[in-house]
């Protein structure tokens, strides 16, 4: 049988479905997309997909990362609610649910910022945070905030890596956009928040190898890319962001599980049932 990723898995007894005989034979890593984005989110709305998550036995809650967007991405992304921010507030709502990011755009926030931020929520939630990460991909977004969007690659790579190293206590960092020396940096973070790599392009692949975190494409890789990705990498961990109609499908090519979105209470408990 092959292993689900490493993600706060549920205990017996904690699942009002416990007595369900799931339809699926494998263990997955089941995660949710939350309403954090969009015309209608709102705080009770977020609150109230964490909350049945964990209490339905999901891995993982997930909120979307824009800041601030033209008008060809309005629809749904001129509504945000700030993921990081979301998410430290839902630690306090919630004691087992791993807390996620899908994604924060890292070119568009300074490295010393993010790894402060992310090191203070892992620490805080007990080891809790996924922190997924994108390189992003909407101009206007980028030209709003002062951003290059050409090289965005090249600068988020270099981001990661001054990222860790902080996390790891190094004192200096030298690179071609940020560098210190003698610098002093804490809490380090241990574990260290778990890496998931959004896109899928064969660099985000290769972020997520060269990691060792999660690939976690979302619209551009459907289940053949998916299955030839997994032939080539058999030891990457894949777990798309997608829709439940294709869920069976990635499964099936090889994926470790999936991060949903789902539209109410009942689908959410069709869901579980299925995989649980």
Known sequence: MRAAVGVGRREPGDLRLADAVPEYPLVVHLGLILPNYGEGSSPDGIRHAAEMAEELGFDSVWATEHILVGQEAANPYGRVYAPLVTLAWLAGLTTRVALGTSIVIVPLHHPVHLAK???TLQELTGGRLRLGLGMGWHED???FL?????GRGRRGEEAIRLMQALWRGERSFSGDHWSFEEAIFAPLPDPEPELWFGGSSRRSIGR???HGGVWHPSRGSDPAHVRAVKERHPELRVIPRTSPELVD??????AEGAVVTLRDDRAMRDFVRRYR
Do not use: I, S, T, V
């Open 146 to 150: 002062g951003a290059e969007l050409r």
């Open 208 to 210: 997520a190898l060269e």
């Open 117 to 119: 931020e992310a090191a």
């Open 249 to 254: 499908a990635l499964l099936e090519a090889g």
């Open 141 to 143: 977004e980028f030209r």
